[in-house]
């Protein structure tokens, strides 16, 4: 296995799994994190719910980059998740094998309200985790990418005032 990213090296509050780059792995990925959000005090169900849905989104383009067939991509390798917990924060990282990925060269798609977005499949999976984590990161790695996602707990709002 290789050397994760300074920022992500396991500490005695990360759980670290390899998985087979399947799709039915991805709900294993979304169990793990959600048992990790639960016994973290400051996170509720919701936002455990934000943890699972992004892993998810993480994990299947971790998987979908390894299979597909282009320069650098090893089906083989197994994906990483890391979820490591501390400072009232759960950061995630995702690494792939897939070749290596450059967020800037996503194509944009028109809004999900324009009729013409039902000619595009996918592409929601990086808007979605970027509006769900409080931060994120596309750290480039050996044949791949990994994606680093930080949540603090969902911030209370007072509806009486609104």
């Known amino acids: 296995m290789e050397e994760p990213a ?13 998985l087979p780059a399947r799709p039915e792995v991805v709900s294993v990925a979304r169990l793990v994190v959600g048992a990790v959000a639960a016994v973290e005090p400051l ?16 994990c299947t383009n971790a998987i979908q980059a390894q299979l597909a ?3 650098g991509a090893d089906p083989t390798a197994p994906i990483v998740l890391r979820c490591s917990v501390g400072d ?22 028109p809004e999900v309200t324009d009729p013409a977005r039902l000619e595009h499949e996918g592409g929601l ?3 979605l985790i970027r509006l769900l984590a409080d931060e ?6 050996p044949g791949g990418t990994t994606v680093v996602m930080t949540f603090g707990p969902r ?8």
């Open 88 to 109: 009232g924060r759960i950061r995630l990282a995702v690494q792939d094998h897939g070749g290596g990925f450059d967020p800037e060269g996503l194509q944009a798609h």
């Open 69 to 71: 067939d282009h320069p």
């Open 43 to 58: 996170f509720d169900e919701e936002r455990g719910a934000d943890l699972r849905l992004a892993v998810s989104e993480a």
């Open 136 to 141: 994120l990161e596309f750290q480039p790695t």
């Open 6 to 18: 300074a920022d992500t090296v396991p500490s005695a509050e990360t759980v670290e799994l390899e």
């Open 155 to 162: 911030v209370a709002v007072d509806r009486s005032v609104v």
């Open 125 to 127: 999976g990086i808007p």
